[in-house]
């Protein structure tokens, strides 16, 4: 049983070195603060150090001790006005030179005729974000992949399973809020029961929950090993537009179908459960394991 005895606090040490810890990164925001510029992370700064948005101040350079400091080229610029980050040529925004720009480009210029506008390189159709003109085929790109992505039957069947099943997940942890809050409200009064119950509890449920599901891929490999499949298997374990989600993956589960299919990543279901089964397993190993050392040391 646990011992009562009366509470103090114990980690005296460790809370002198978290409050040393939080006073370091005050020093180091402050220290940024002070000799840093935010406006430069807010509005950026062209290739020549000019901070779009405002109106800077010559930046002297040498590069050497040995002769005097001259004025970097095209630096001191008013850019009040020019609050727009814009790259000369977006397909290598790396390399390119970067300028201030009073607005990014509204349109795309590809013709030879008002090549003269913009002889830099091309004249793109951008949008803002955080002051920087991004090229819109760049944003379309992005959108793109994602649906691309998105499109892929495994995602697209684990998506699916999940939109099924949000009403039951939701549901769920409902539930378990309104037992953590009963737990919590019982420990005051059943302080060592309610924590030996929570330990025995979880270690039985994660057991019997792993138990089940790789009985369930049990059923599914003797099912493959059989020329005749399972007689036990059913009509009424075959999926329909009726049933409900949890049902039709009870029906997809328990369907005859061959073991190797199991590693197949079109198989959402069998995957899915496959790797819960192993992350119950060690769950309910560790869990039990720590119990039992608990249960030991008192």
């Given at each position: 049983m646990l011992q009562k005895g009366r509470r103090s606090c114990t980690d005296c040490s460790f809370l002198i070195l978290f409050l040393i810890f939080c006073g370091g990164l005050g020093s180091i925001a402050w220290f940024a603060l002070d000799n840093g510029d935010?406006?430069?992370?807010?509005?950026?700064?062209?290739?020549f150090g000019?901070?779009?948005g405002r109106n800077n101040g010559p930046i002297f350079i040498r590069s050497n001790k040995t002769v005097e400091?001259?004025?970097?080229?095209?630096?001191?610029?008013?850019?009040?006005?020019?609050?727009?980050?814009?790259?000369?040529?977006?397909?290598r925004a790396l390399?390119?030179?970067?300028?201030?720009?009073?607005?990014?480009?509204?349109?795309t210029i590809t013709?030879?005729?008002?090549g003269w506008i913009f002889d830099d390189g091309d004249h793109l159709f951008s949008i803002d974000i955080m002051n920087r003109c991004i090229p819109?085929?760049?944003?379309?790109?992005?959108?793109?992949?994602?649906?691309?992505v998105i499109e892929l039957d495994w995602i697209r069947g684990y998506l699916h399973d999940l939109i099924d099943t949000s009403p039951f997940l939701l549901q769920m942890c409902l539930v378990a809020l309104v037992l953590s809050l009963i737990a919590i409200a019982l420990l005051r009064f059943f302080a060592a029961a309610i924590v030996y119950f929570i330990y025995l509890a979880v270690a039985l449920?994660?057991?019997?929950?792993s138990g089940s599901i790789w009985y369930a891929f049990w059923k599914v490999h003797k099912n493959s090993l059989s020329p005749y499949g399972d007689e036990n298997v059913?009509?009424?374990t075959t999926p329909n537009a009726d049933h409900k989600p949890f049902q039709l993956t009870a029906a997809t589960l328990f369907n005859s179908q061959d073991f190797s299919q199991l590693f197949n990543l079109e198989n959402t279901t069998t995957l899915t459960l496959f790797a819960v089964a192993i992350g119950a397993t060690a769950i309910s190993v560790c869990w039990f394991y720590t119990m039992t050392l608990i249960l030991i040391k008192s």
């Open positions: 935010p406006y430069r992370i807010l509005y950026g700064s062209d290739s000019n901070t779009c400091k001259e004025q970097f080229e095209y630096s001191g610029q008013n850019m009040t006005e020019r609050r727009f980050m814009f790259p000369l040529n977006a397909s390399d390119t030179v970067w300028t201030c720009v009073r607005s990014c480009p509204e349109v013709t030879y005729e008002v819109e085929d760049l944003i379309t790109f992005g959108r793109d992949l994602l649906r691309k449920l994660a057991i019997g929950f059913t009509e009424a």
